[in-house]
C-alpha cells in the first residue's frame, strides 16, 4: 500500500484555518490504498517569540524526511519585517532548492475580477525561485548616518537559469497552446538580461513547437490588465516573479483562490505548497477566510507528487464551488471546506 | 522679456509626431511676452546607425544650455536591446542628476479603463531617478559558457533616498489628501529596505499633517486594480517605479495619455519631459499616434519651469478633449494637436 507523509505548517493568522480545510479536502480525496500521515510543525510567530528560532538545521532535517510541506501562512505584524521572510520562507526555498515556484491563474467561472469586460485568463508563471535579488548577497555601510550605502545584489547563473527555463519550456510544450513567454527588464539590466535571454533562446531551439515572446517587466503588467489572454507560460526572475504573480492573483479572483508550489523537479527535496496569500491577521480566527487557494495549492501538491487524477478532482471541485457561489449565501471557512470535501469524495 | 529654450528630441517612430503636436499646443499656451526658442537634435536609432553614437560629452555640453528638454520616444528594433536605453535615456537621467521621476495618474472622464466599475484615480508617482538596480553597476564572468554568472547591483544611498523622499513628502503636502505612500519590497531586500524605510520614518517627523504607509511592490499591484483610490503620492525605487508606473498608466487611461518628467528638482541641469510610451513603430508614419501624453508632459515641463497657470490650461484642454472624445469620429495626430491649441490658445 502507498502512503502520503506530509509536513504541515500551519503558521500564522488564518494559516491555521485554511491548512485545516486542505487536509479535510485532502483525505476526502485520497484513494483508500494511499496512507496519509502528517505531523504538524509550529513554525511561525510564536515560535519566534518564544525561542528565538525561525528555522533550524535540525528543522530541516526534520522536514526533509517528508514527501511534500503544506504551508498555512507565516506572517505577523508583531515581529519585525524581513525576520520571518528571510529566516524561514526564503531560507526554506533555498534549502530545499526550490528553484521552480510555480503559480497558475485562472479565471474561473463565476469568480470576480477587477478587470471590464470578460477576460479569458488561464496561464501559468513559472518564477525562478533561488536566484536573482532573493539571494540576501548585498550589505550596509555606514548604517544610520547621512553617508549610508545600502546595496542588494542579484545573482543568476547559467545553471540556474537554464534548468528554470527548461521546466517552463517543458510546461509550455505540454499545454495546447505552446507558448512561452519570458518576462525580464533586459533592457535596463544587461548583464542578467542577456543571461536569461541567451538561455531562453539557446532552450527554445530544441522546442520548435513553442512559440515564444519576450514582453519587458513594465509592459507585462499593462497587458496583464489589458489583454491577460495572450499569456500561455510565463518564466521569469524571482523578483518580477514575485510582482507579476500577485498582479495575475488579482486579476484573476484574487488572492482567495491563488495557489502556488515551490517545487523541486528533482525531488531530491520535498516541495512546499502554500496559497498566495498571507496570514490576514486582520480576519484571523473568524472563520472568515476563503480556504479554496489552499485547496488549490493541495492539488498542486498532488499533481507534484503523481496523483493526477485527484488533483484534477480537487480542481473541478473548486471550480463548481465558485461557479455556485454567486447563488449561495455567505459561507465560513469550514463550510467551504465540508463542501469542496463532499465535492471530492462524492 | 522673458524667455523659453527648449531642446527638442523628437526621436524614433512615433516620437516626430507627438512632439510637433506639443510644440503647436505649446506655442499656443504661451504668452506674448515669453519668446520660445526651440533647438531640434537628432538623437535616436538614425544617429546611432550613421554615427555610432548615442550621446556624446559634447551633446551633453549643448543640451546643458537649454531651460528645458522635450523628448518624444527613443528606441527601434534594429537597435539591440539596451544600447539606446543605456546609451542615450539613462545616460541623460544620471548625467543630468533627474532624480525625480515624475509619473501622474489620473484617471480623467470618458477615458477607457480596463477597470471594472467606476474607480478614482488621482495619483502621482515619484520615482527614484538615479540609483537603485539602474546604475549599471554588476557584470558576467563566463560569458556564454555553462557556468556563467551575472550580477545586477542596485545601489542605495541615504543622499539619494532622502533627497527623493522629502521630495514626495513635500509633494504629499501639497495636495488635498496629503498622503504619502512608500513602495517598496523591504521583507526580502532587507539591506536597500531598511534604509529607505528608516529614511521615510525620518522625514515623515517633520511632515505631522501627511498621513503615511507602507506597501511591498507585490502588494501594490494588487491595490493599483482593486483600490487605486487609496492612492495620493508614492514614493518608490528607480525599478519598482518603472513597474508601478506602466500598470498605473494602463488603469488610467492607458499609455496614450501618461506624461512623465525627468526632473532635477535644483535646476542645476535641464529636465526632461517625455511621454511615457515608446517609439511605437508599428504604427509610426501613419498620424495615428495620440500626442495626448506628450501635451501633458509639455503641461509638466511648464509647471516645473513656473508657468503653472498655462500647465493648468493644457491640462484642461487635455481633458475637455477627452471627455467629448467619445462622441467625436476618430481623429488624426495632427487634428488632436489643432483641437488641443485651439482650446489653450482660446
Ligand atoms: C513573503 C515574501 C518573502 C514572499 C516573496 O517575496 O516571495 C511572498 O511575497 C511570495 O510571493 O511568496
Ligand atoms: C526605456 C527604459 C530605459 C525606461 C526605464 O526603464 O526607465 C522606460 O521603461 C521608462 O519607464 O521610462
Redesign the interface.
Known sequence: SRSLNLAVIPGDGIGQEVVAEGLKVLSAVLPQDVKLETKEYDFGARRYHATGETLTDADLDELKRHDAILLGAIGDPSVP??VL??GFL?KLRFAFDHHVNLRPSKLLPGVA?????EPQIDFVVVREGTEG??T?N???I??????????????????GV?RVVRDAFARAQARPRKKLTLVH???????????W??VFNKVAEEYPEVTTDYIH???A??Y???DPARFDVIVTDN?FG??????A???SG??GVAASGNINPGREFPSMFEPVHGSAPDIAGQGKADPSATVLSVALLLRHLGHDAEAARIEDAVSADLAERGGLPARSTSEIGDALAARVAG
Chains 1, 2 share one sequence.
Open positions: 519585517s524581513g521572510e528571510r526564503l475580477t477587477p478587470l471590464a469586460g535579488p532573493y540576501g548585498g550589505g550596509t555606514r548604517k544610520g548616518t547621512p553617508h549610508e550605502v545600502a546595496t542588494e545584489v542579484s545573482v543568476n547563473t547559467a545553471f537554464e527588464k533586459n533592457n535596463v539590466l544587461t548583464f542578467a538580461g542577456h543571461l535571454t541567451n517587466v513594465d509592459a503588467t499593462i496583464l490588465v489589458t523578483l514575485d510582482i507579476i504573480t500577485d498582479l492573483a488579482a486579476v484574487g488572492i
